[in-house]
């Protein structure tokens, strides 16, 4: 997937731009406070219909504007795909091609995006649930087919919390907790798969770069708590 095309309509401090870029590599370069970060951003939204750096749609909406667009063309195994987000207050409308995605699944395999800001080098030192949801993205974005088996995990924490506020029968909570083993078993086989395939590329790139008969070894061990 690379970006062909980016348009932008009061999104942050853009009233108005225009972009090609470059199917390759593409530096982007400026004073501070001109809105490098902004572009960043808003290219990160077309793939996790979020933003990285604000809670509220409205944040992203230029000062005196009633919306924002954000329009972009990618191409795919020589497909192009035009997407076009429009904002407001009240809600928000994402089309591709000029049709609204079936599923969340659908729209994301178009657009995998992981990303890497200046925050994230003490990413292993932050939360433990914020190192869980930057992993939880790199594997949805391998395989879009991840992010049912999170969102089925969540439900099912979401309910068993429930239960026992509710102080429900024992019985009740068992049959959640099974499914609740089951999800979380395939969530830790996914992770353990993705960074024993990640490592072995790391080690290869960190000895090309560094020269060195060092190894680097990333492992994964999950919490047994």
């Not at 951003?41 to 996790?48: D, G, T």
């Not at 959640?176 to 790139?205: D, K, M, P, Y």
Request: charged share 30%; with cysteine.
């Amino acid at each position: 997937m690379s970006l062909s095309r980016l348009v932008l309509k009061h999104f942050r401090n853009f009233s108005s731009l225009d972009l090609d870029f470059h199917p390759e590599f593409n530096f982007i370069y400026g004073n501070n406070a001109q809105g490098k970060t902004n572009l960043i951003e808003a290219i990160y939204y077309l793939s996790a219909l979020k933003s990285f750096r604000a809670t509220e749609k409205t944040e992203l909406i230029e000062k005196d504007a009633g919306a924002a667009k954000l329009a972009a063309r990618f191409f795919k195994d020589d497909v192009s795909w035009d997407i076009d987000i429009t904002l407001a207050a009240d809600g928000r409308q994402v089309l591709v091609n000029g049709k609204r995605p079936k599923t969340r699944r659908d729209y994301h395999e178009l657009v995998p995006i992981i990303l890497f800001e200046p925050r994230h080098i003490y990413l292993f030192r932050s939360s433990p649930s914020e190192r869980r949801q930057y992993l939880n993205r790199a594997l949805f974005l391998q395989d879009a087919g991840v992010l049912q088996i999170l969102s089925d995990y969540d439900k099912v924490v979401s309910q068993k919390n429930r239960l026992l506020k509710d102080r429900a029968d024992r019985s009740q909570i068992e049959t959640w907790n099974e499914r609740l083993v089951e999800l979380g078993a395939s969530i830790v086989f996914l992770r353990q798969n993705w960074f024993a395939e990640i490592g072995t590329e790391l080690a290869r790139e960190y000895k090309a770069i560094s020269g060195s008969a060092e190894e680097l070894k990333l492992c994964y061990i999950p919490s047994q708590d």
